[in-house]
């Protein structure tokens, strides 16, 4: 097993000095710390190859909370280091040091001056709830990262951050005013512009010695930076030069504060921003320039700027392809794409005349008719259409992260910035470069000022590090070339720190150690960072070294599909070399987590739920991915998969499968969470709670006869209550109630297992009635049923004989039974497979159960048949719509009393892409307003919503919108969902039934004229 590395140029207090630095964190701050082995190693890595293990973690709850840290901290001279959302790219937020996570609690917006267009706000605001919290003044803060749902302000000063628009709007440098921070000292200060800097300041030294630096090296100053818009390299000591051709300010003012943007918290911690904000575009249009050739795409960005776009974004064909295997940006490219391009660049316009953004469409088509690409452009005039292409564009990296293998795109080059007159001639060169090392590169990003994300794909377990030396040295010859500069966009961090002296030269290198002793004498914060940065390629400090191996895992799931290597050339993956090893498999799916951090998002989306209500890295998909990783390589724990970290990562996880489908490289901690829970079972066994809830399968039947009496039981407080506390179950909680059991009562109606030789009559279908609609809401199963038929399908049910009826075992995995669940699903395969081979449907009504069908089921070891069911399974909806886009529909519904309905979208149909069907279905219902409540989990989640411990975590989850809507939809509404937790929760929380999609279509055909 690997060891989790040390920094090689960190200094580590003594024990005795750490375990009084821990107590007093403890004691005097009101926030969250955290020494443990598991906190320290999510806070190990950011999105960058880096992986260093931090002293300790504190999350302040506010201004005090940070200034006790920082001064504990000094006290025990501890080095720190700032983290808003833990997005950088080069290893800027690593280091062997106190991590001071401002995202949590450091997140409050005020001062806001409409007329004067500023802002200030706390370094944890994330910047898509700026702009949400600014957008009904009319104003944004323009600097639009990718990574705008998770990354803090603080981060983005950080960085210098610049994003799709700085074409128009800058860098972060151009749009800060000033910064409230802290010095090493302890001394609080007010950065801002330098002829404001009184001689009482704390500042007045500093500002002092630094012009007199500034004005020292002017020379090499003008020599050495470059003259590019994309240039974050260093300090920005070129602030002072008023001749700068790239101004800091516009009136030729030199600000303080800027030379903090782009410091990475080596020089100060920052406590506050003042934000320049710029009005709100009133009106957009998107020209998607498809190109027949890469290089064409590189040649012609030069003069399509000329046209005063705000953004040139370029999409190449990797990330063209990945986009089209990932289901929810398939759609949103295909509408983009005229034939197969080789590269898209998507061109916006943007202002307060939509005639005038109209013409500069008009003008992109014309211009690039007399380029000789006519008929190239798509043009997007839909704001919905526009947005959904920007967050497939902004989903970049994680789009080119969703490459399966131990081959990925690293990033150590992708900043370099060159002028666009060059980029055609630097892009084909460095692909030549590339090629001569065995790999190809990924493309994406900012055309539009010469910046773009390219990452060759390598394998740093193997020869990548030599590869990643190799190539880094190549591209800065070419750089240098085309006078540009190295580090563009993301920062310097490990990955280009040690490229600063290359870039700046020896002399601004040494002025750059001056400023940093100035600011940072004993070089506690973020040390060895920009000054003094190890190697990019030092081993040491790699997440996957050379050595890197993991513990030996006996899987339950077939995880063989990960453990693929990939042709960095050809893209093909299961190349010769392949092990196709199941426990590797596992570590690989785990690694597929690049902690960008798509999960800490809150605007739309159903991940991640108990992230959302908890805002603890605990609770987040990145850090369940990160802990299990560490397992996995033994770095953390000693009990694998059932280790007592794992599980305390797991316990808020409700497998709601968000991550699935709204994490781009798909991690799946439903997944996952079942292989923790078996292997946690087999070493600790079943607790009477998860046995009671795990066979529910197997008692319902014979449950039926008591299930009235345990009801009345139930609402006996003394005898009810105690037998819940007894079993683990919430007090307040009711429980459902066993209510017949619908398939019995419809047994002899059902035809017996058909032969395989059967004619395949016309409209035959199964439906699947799973164990909650048969056993508790068996009226969901008689309106699917009587709706299948008025639509003239011949209706078969799920039972066999005087058999228990089937089952898709999904108690059994919840509960990491696979074994169980494994029979079940046997079962299951083999007495559906006749009506599959006679290309019979297979329908559903509970999400949760018929989609395990599509998804567990092809994890078993299945082969085709698993494949084939996966095939034919399908939702009672999805079922409806196919039929109707097939013309075999024949359905009347007529209008309902109550003409709205507010419809909540079980998880699972999110994940796999089935909730448009339920409001499809819903709309075909003459004079009913339909709208879905955008939410993400309802909390429930099969058992977890009743289990004591968890009662607290459910409900919040649900109130974090969907009971609030539902309150809010007033009685005269249908509340609609699939799911029977989901139902649940609702009726526990907001005292509304909601139905079934099968009841409220039933209830339009009952209302038929005949």
Not at 675 to 696: F, I, M, N, P, Y
């Amino acid at each position: 097993m690997s060891v989790m590395p040390k920094s090689p140029v960190a200094r580590r207090p003594r024990q005795a000095a750490m375990s009084e630095f821990e107590n007093r964190l403890r004691r005097e701050l009101k926030g969250q710390v955290a020494f443990d082995a598991g906190s320290r190693g999510r806070y190990a890595t950011d999105a960058s190859i880096y992986q260093i293990m931090p002293l300790g973690v504190v999350v302040p709850r506010d201004q005090q909370d940070l200034s006790l840290a920082l001064d504990i901290a000094r006290d025990i001279g501890a080095p720190v280091l700032p983290r808003g959302g833990g997005t950088s790219q080069c290893g800027q937020t690593v280091n062997e040091a106190l991590v001071i996570d401002t995202s949590r609690w450091l997140t409050g917006i005020g001062e806001l001056d409409v007329e004067a267009r500023t802002v200030t706000v706390e370094p944890g605001v994330v910047l898509d709830h700026l702009n949400a919290w600014l957008k009904p003044h009319g104003l944004w803060f323009p600097v639009d990262v990718s990574t705008s749902a998770q990354c803090t302000l603080g981060g983005m000063a950080g960085n210098n951050s610049c994003g799709s628009r700085s074409i128009r709007y800058g860098n972060m440098v151009h749009n800060v005013l000033g910064l409230e921070a802290t010095l090493a000292d302890g001394r609080e200060a007010h950065f801002g512009w330098v002829d404001e800097i009184g001689p009482a300041s704390p500042l007045a030294e500093l500002a002092t010695a630094v012009k007199a630096i500034a004005r020292r090296e002017a020379a090499a100053i003008r020599e050495h930076y470059p003259q590019v818009l994309r240039r974050v390299g260093g300090y920005n000591l070129d602030l002072f030069d008023c001749r700068n051709p790239i101004p800091y300010d516009p009136e030729g003012r030199a600000n303080f504060g800027h030379l903090l943007i782009g410091s990475e918290g080596t020089l100060a911690f920052t406590r506050r921003l003042t934000l320049k904000l710029s009005p709100l575009p009133i009106h957009k249009v998107l020209g998607v320039v498809n190109f027949p050739t890469f290089y064409q795409a590189m040649d012609m960005t030069q003069h399509i700027v000329e046209l005063g776009p705000a953004a040139v974004e370029l999409v190449d064909r990797t990330m063209i392809e990945l986009a089209l295997e990932n289901p929810a940006f398939r759609p949103t490219v295909e509408k983009s794409l005229i034939g197969r391009p080789d590269a898209l660049l998507l061109v916006e316009f943007a202002g307060e005349d939509l005639d005038s953004q109209l013409r500069q469409l008009a003008q992109l088509r014309t211009l690039m008719g007399d380029l000789g690409l006519p008929d190239s452009v798509v043009g997007l005039t839909a704001g919905a259409e526009q947005s959904a292409l920007w967050n497939v564009r902004k989903a970049g990296l994680n789009i080119m992260m969703s490459m399966k293998g131990d081959g990925k795109p690293v990033s150590f080059i992708e900043d370099c910035a060159v002028p666009l007159e060059h980029l055609a001639e630097y892009t084909d060169q460095l692909t030549e470069v590339f090629h001569r090392h065995g790999t190809e590169g990924t493309w994406y990003a900012h055309a539009s000022v010469g910046t773009l994300h390219v990452r060759p794909i390598l394998d740093l377990r193997r020869d990548g590090a030599a590869k990643m030396r190799a190539i880094a040295e190549e591209a800065s010859a070419l750089v240098r070339r085309y006078k540009g500069a190295y580090s563009g966009e993301h920062g310097d961090g490990i990955c280009r720190g040690e490229w600063v002296a290359w870039q700046f030269g020896a002399e601004l290198n040494a002025a750059f150690g001056e400023i940093k002793r100035l600011f940072d004498p004993d070089n506690r914060f973020n040390p060895n960072k920009i000054v003094d940065t190890p190697k990019m390629d030092d081993a040491r400090l790699f997440r996957f070294p050379a050595d890197h191996q993991i513990i030996p895992v006996a899987t339950e799931l077939d995880w063989s599909a990960w453990d693929v290597t990939r042709d960095p050339l050809s893209g093909d993956l299961g190349v010769p070399g392949s092990g196709g090893d199941p426990a590797q498999g596992l570590a690989k799916a785990v690694e597929m987590c690049n902690n960008n951090g798509h999960c800490r998002k809150f605007d739309v989306g159903t991940m991640c739920p108990s992230y959302r209500i908890s805002r603890d890295e605990r609770h987040l998909t990145r850090g369940r991915a990160n802990t299990l990783r560490l397992v996995l390589a033994g770095q953390i724990g000693d009990r694998g998969l059932a280790s007592d970290e794992v599980a305390d990562a797991l316990d808020l996880c409700v497998s709601c499968k968000g991550c699935k489908r709204d994490c781009p490289t798909g991690v799946d901690m439903a997944k996952f969470k079942i292989e923790a829970r078996a292997a946690r079972v087999k070493e600790q066994g079943l607790s009477w709670r998860d046995k009671l809830v795990s066979e529910l399968p197997r008692y319902a039947p014979w449950m039926r006869h008591v299930g009235k009496l345990a009801a009345r039981l139930e609402r006996v407080s003394w005898l009810g209550g105690r037998g819940k506390r007894w079993l683990g179950f919430a007090e307040s909680r009711s429980l459902p109630v066993f209510n017949g059991d619908y398939l019995r009562s419809s047994r002899g109606e059902v035809d017996k297992r058909p032969s395989v030789q059967a004619p395949l009559p016309a409209g035959e279908v199964l439906l699947f009635v799973d164990t909650f609609n048969n056993y508790f809401e068996g009226h969901n199963a008689a309106a699917a049923r009587r709706v299948l038929e008025a639509a003239g399908y011949r209706v078969h049910l799920n039972v066999r004989g005087s058999e228990r009826p089937l089952c898709c075992g999904r108690t059994y995995l919840a509960a990491g039974r696979v074994d169980r669940a494994k029979e079940e699903a046997r079962r299951t395969l083999e007495t559906l497979m006749p009506y599959v081979e006679r290309g019979v449907k297979i329908v559903g009504l509970e999400p949760s159960c018929l989609l395990t069908l599509r998804d567990e089921f092809m994890h078993y070891g299945f082969g085709d048949e698993g494949t084939r069911l996966a095939e034919a399974a399908m939702l009672f909806e999805e079922f409806l719509v196919a039929e109707k886009q097939a013309g075999r529909l024949n359905l009347e519904l007529e209008p309902l009393t109550v003409g709205r309905a507010k419809v909540h979208g079980h998880c699972h149909q999110k994940a796999f892409d089935a909730f448009t069907p339920v409001m499809t279905v819903l709309n075909w219902i003459p004079e009913l307003d339909v709208e879905a409540i955008v939410s993400s989990c309802c909390g429930m989640a099969g058992s977890f919503g009743y289990e004591v411990e968890h009662i607290d975590a459910s409900r919040q989850m649900a109130e974090l919108s969907l009971l609030p809507a539902i309150r809010e939809a007033g009685e005269d509404a249908w509340i609609v969902a699939d799911g029977t937790s989901c139902r649940h929760q609702i009726l526990d929380g907001a005292g509304r039934e909601a139905l079934h999609v099968a009841r409220v279509l039933e209830t339009a055909l009952s209302r038929r004229k005949t």
